[in-house]
């Protein structure tokens, strides 16, 4: 599944970090992250994991394929639709433009 988010934002590893920090503390809306740093969200489709990379200027999480399991597009849509609503609610302070591709 060939899904990206892009977040566009000053400081893109400071963004990464706040929001690893405020999972650690409280939760982010029913986020998660694994030892690799992939965010997924709990409990109903932690299959579905973002992987994020760093950008100038852009933090980005592709979808990541696991193994055998297939990536319904429908399930994909929902997640990506759930950390959007979650990044907004909580960090617009520090986001510029949120894209979909």
Same mark, same amino acid.
Request: with cysteine.
């Given at each position: 599944?060939?899904?990206?988010?892009?977040?566009?934002?000053?400081?893109?590893?400071?963004?990464?970090?706040?929001?690893?920090?405020?999972?650690?503390?409280?939760?982010?809306?029913?986020?998660?992250?694994?030892?690799?740093?992939?965010? $997924?969200?709990?409990?109903?489709?932690?299959?579905?994991? $973002?992987?994020?990379?760093?950008?100038?200027?852009?933090?980005?999480?592709?979808?990541?394929?696991?193994?055998?399991?297939?990536?319904?597009?429908?399930?994909?849509?929902?997640?990506?639709?759930?950390?959007?609503?979650?990044?907004?609610?909580? $960090?617009?302070?520090?986001?510029?433009?949120?894209?979909?591709?």
């Amino acid at each position: 599944m060939e899904l990206e988010l892009i977040v566009r934002t000053p400081d893109p590893e400071r963004l990464l970090d706040e929001i690893y920090d405020l999972i650690d503390r409280q939760g982010v809306g029913g986020w998660d992250y694994d030892e690799d740093g992939n965010l $997924f969200a709990t409990p109903a489709h932690s299959a579905i994991r $973002f992987g994020s990379s760093l950008e100038r200027d852009e933090l980005r999480w592709t979808v990541l394929q696991l193994g055998d399991l297939p990536t319904d597009r429908t399930a994909v849509t929902i997640c990506l639709g759930q950390l959007v609503a979650s990044l907004l609610s909580t $960090f617009d302070h520090r986001i510029r433009e949120i894209v979909i591709v």
